[in-house]
């Protein structure tokens, strides 16, 4: 009897389940695109897009997919090599030929022209960015470059100025000295060993290179280059003006900007809105360009929206990848003062979403910027550079030594890419 | 590489507490049919453990002598990836960390007896209490506890500082500086698996018969020595099948090392990763961060090796220490 009994229960499981696969598996229903990011201060202007494209396109279903920084491309390469990426994704220039060569993005062009985007109203080197063996594969999204923030309580506190665009490398040095309380675990500036934010900048500003114009050799043992690297590793060992490597790894150096504990803070202009949005800060900090070493310099880097190759609808992915780049997606992005849009004529928007930072302070230094370095396999050598500068940073190495290392490491790698 | 380990321990654990008669296989049909049942019942487990568990490890072993593309697609290398793990320092450094830190958590299991023990004191108020609390670590998100862990050891604002403050010892960046990371990590693997541990022993203690302890309080012995002559032989082989489980659960640490070693939020690399890494965390730069996912299998395949071999010890070893009653 009990027999029976199971073997019914177990022909009735089996066709339920196999009627409900059925059921799935025939959807009619809108096609959904996922849309991967990973700053959560942009989610909402990217909501707002999707929303706007969903509004022309009312069978289409865009959903925002934010992941961290610190896992989005451990992710990303992840869900690529499952065949399972994202439809529409950010993408930065260190990554994109990487990704570009390997054909998992989508050319964009029959798209850009059939949405009549005017490329000409994005800066070229964006463009060109994005641009793999003449196809392009995303039109440029935004652009960042790198600012001195201060807080202004800690200025007052200490009776220094604040900074201006006259600013060198000594009137930071100076400053900082006056800005550091050791009793009150206060400090001038936070050196961190952050590239785009901190020692690129330095290293173009004293006239050195990071790898050669044609992506075949490493510059970092050039004594221009070490000079820019060691004015931040003297910051730390040396002036003791900053906290050093491991008090930076326990508490974030955007952190102790915001708690106070750090006086002054190199940071993009996508820093704007967060800080603007910590009730903490209200009234305490604004924005300066960099100081200048031998001459004046800033990175300046910018993200694009891609599609990817292999997406179930390559034809809704293509479309929307596209219009995040049209004028009025521009226009959306820039009003919520998360980055400057691309297009031109947005950043004025961007500039008036937070009008209590001098936030043109970023765009006086587009003239003077450098892109950010980038070849075929970018995060192959950044990932020695990360390693290897930690020990100039910890003062475990003389600046020079290390960059000698890194420049052999970094030419091996730089020799790897085919 | 978990698929890896705990085949070998599902393996092999039943063995040590006796093994049960073979039974063969059944010739009237009924028997038949009470067999098939049987297989059919265990079927949804038994497929599960093929897909997930058996098929990955040999799949692992085949990734070991190939090559991979940045977005897949791989090239058979031979020997290649061994090669070059035989002479890569990293290996080696995180071996030793490996092993290092697995000896430290081991040190938690008699700490976990004791605590046991103290639990199981008959009159003992509150011993529920106790006992969540001490299980509580074993069922918090391990990503929960790394990152109020890191907190704890902050070294400008911790909890742990703020306290040796108190008593006059000037505190450490304990998991950012290289010279404390690995120990600072294995404190929180011990009071991670503690919980774990105790129950598994209390349960034991609760199987020695207590005539056993009347009868030598008849004989005149004092609580000491029955301790040691009653509660530690009847627990050897819950003692054992502890020590196994601890070892191999430490050996292939990550979560602990990733979130309380790994970078920070805002992506700065903690400077006492490099020298603290373990065999795991290596596997998984590798394979998820380098790409490099046919070296990555390699390494996997050392740590089997590794598991394999002291699991094998462990087992040789018992004969001289575990009494089963």
Sequence with gaps: MNNRWWKVALAATVVLGASACGGAASSDGPVTITYAVWDKEQVPAMEKIAAEFEKAHSNVDVKVQLTSNKEYWTKLQTAVTGGSAPDVFWMNGPRFQLYASQGVLLPLDEQIDAAKVDTGAFPEALVDLYTYQGKKYGLPKDFDTI????????????????????????????????????????????????????????????????????????????????????????????????????????????????????????GGSWEAVGFAKNADLTGKVDVAPLPKGKKEAVVIHGLSNVAYAKSKHPEEAARFAVFAGSPEAQRIQAETGAVISAYQGTQDAWLKATPQYRLQAFLDQVPDSVPLPHSKNTAAWTKKAEELLLKAWSGEQDVTEVAKTLAEAVNTELGNEK | MTAVADQSVAAEVPAATGRPARKRRPTTVAGRWEWLWGLAFIAPTGLGLLVFYIWPVFQTLYYSFTEWGAFGGHVWVGTENYVKLLGDPEVLKALKNTLVYSGL?????????????????????????????????????????GMVWRWLYNGDLGLVNHVLSLIGISGQHWVADPRFALYATAVVGVWMTVGYNMVIFAAGLNGIPRDYYEAAELDGAGRIRQFFSITLPMLSPTAFFITVLTSIGALQVFDVIYLMLGTNSSALRNPAIDENKTIVFLFYERAFIDNDKGYAAAIAFVLLLVILVLTVIQFRAQKRWVHYA
């Excluded at chain 1, 309380?181 to 290179?209: E, H, L, R």
């Excluded at chain 1, 050039?222 to 003297?234: H, I, K, S, Y």
């Design chain 1, 147 to 266: 600012g001195l923030w201060y807080n202004k309580t800690l200025f007052d506190a200490a009776g220094v100025g604040y900074p201006d665009a006259n600013w060198t490398w000594d009137d930071l040095r100076e400053a900082a000295r006056k800005l550091t309380d050791p009793a009150k675990g206060q400090y001038g500036i936070a050196a961190a060993a952050d590239s785009q934010a901190n020692y690129y900048n330095t290293i173009f500003q004293a006239g050195g290179s990071v790898i050669s114009a044609d992506g075949k050799k490493s510059g970092f043992d050039d004594p221009a280059t070490v000079e820019g690297l060691r004015f931040w590793v003297d910051l730390i060992n040396k002036d003791k003006v900053s906290p050093t490597i491991q008090q930076m790894s326990d508490t974030e150096p955007a952190q102790m900007f915001s708690s106070g504990k750090v006086a002054m803070y190199y």
């Design chain 2, 105 to 145: 958590v081991l040190l938690g299991v008699p700490v976990s007896l004791v605590l046991a023990a103290l639990i199981n004191t008959p009159g003992l108020r509150g011993a529920a209490v106790y006992r969540v609390l001490y299980f509580l670590p074993v069922v918090t998100m391990p990503a929960a506890v």
